[in-house]
């Protein structure tokens, strides 16, 4: 299920594993498009936690789902975790794995900011593939595209960032020609994006829903056509499930 932003709920081989969570309607300035629905995240297993921005690694949502909860965390950033409480907290480099269930995980590279403001926290970004008996899902975080992607693949899904939350992107962050081209690399079957649809500015809806709350997946879904005609685009809504 894509939860929205960074979040997705990903059910295999019995084990429910949680992205990035993010769960509040609001964040600073950002309004969320939909509602949660709570019932969806009663029984997860575990969070994978990819990165230290606030909106990847938020407390608050942390919180709602427990502080007993198995926390996977990037290298440099169970300390945080731990001052706050939380009890199952295990890093994660890049390039190592470590089980959950019958599931491996395994820490991916990412380009991206390693840094949590104003505190100095550093950590190294990082994505996840996640293989189980059938499938094999990579979950890439935040990054830019770099070529070495290709070395983390052949994947069967490709849980992509092709957007934010506002009018244009910072650096570290792939648009949706970016992603594209990255499900390219990885040789993904399916690719599902994300990190889109999600958030918005409070004020730049006065007159209605922004235009970059639906245009990247549209982008996307032409530019995979383009540049990976094999891959099947599965664009989800906030919510919204597939399996396969």
């Known amino acids: 299920m894509y ?21 509040r309607p609001r964040l600073a300035h950002l309004r969320r498009v939909a509602k949660v629905d709570q019932e969806v995240l009663r029984g997860v297993d575990g969070v994978l936690v990819s990165h230290l921005h606030y909106d990847h690694l938020d407390i608050p949502s942390l919180q709602r789902l427990g502080r007993e909860l198995p926390l996977v965390v990037p290298r440099g950033a169970a300390g945080l975790l731990r001052k706050r409480g939380f009890r199952a907290v295990t890093e ?24 949590r403001m104003p505190f100095g926290v550093r950590a190294e970004p990082m994505g996840h593939v996640i293989s189980g ?50 499900v390219r690399l990885l040789a993904a079957s399916t690719a599902i994006p994300i990190h889109w649809g999600t958030y918005f500015p409070v004020q730049s809806a006065l007159r209605g ?23 099947e685009a599965r664009v989800l809504r906030p919510g919204e499930a597939t399996v396969v």
Request: glycine share 14%.
């Open 3 to 23: 939860v929205g932003h960074g979040t997705v709920l990903l059910d295999m081989d019995g084990v429910r594993l949680l992205t990035d969570p993010l769960l």
């Open 92 to 115: 994660l480099g890049v390039g190592e794995e470590l089980r959950f269930g019958a599931l491996t995980v395994r820490g991916t590279p990412a380009l991206h900011d390693s840094g």
């Open 133 to 182: 008996s059938a499938r094999s899902v990579y979950f890439a975080g935040d990054t830019d595209l770099f070529e070495d992607m290709a070395s983390i693949g052949p994947v069967d899904v490709a849980l992509v960032p092709i957007w934010g939350w506002g009018p244009t992107l910072g650096p570290g962050h792939m648009g949706p020609l970016e992603a594209a081209e990255a």
């Open 209 to 231: 829903a922004p235009g970059f709350v639906d245009e990247p997946a549209e982008e996307f879904t032409r530019h995979l056509a383009e540049l990976a005609p094999g891959a």
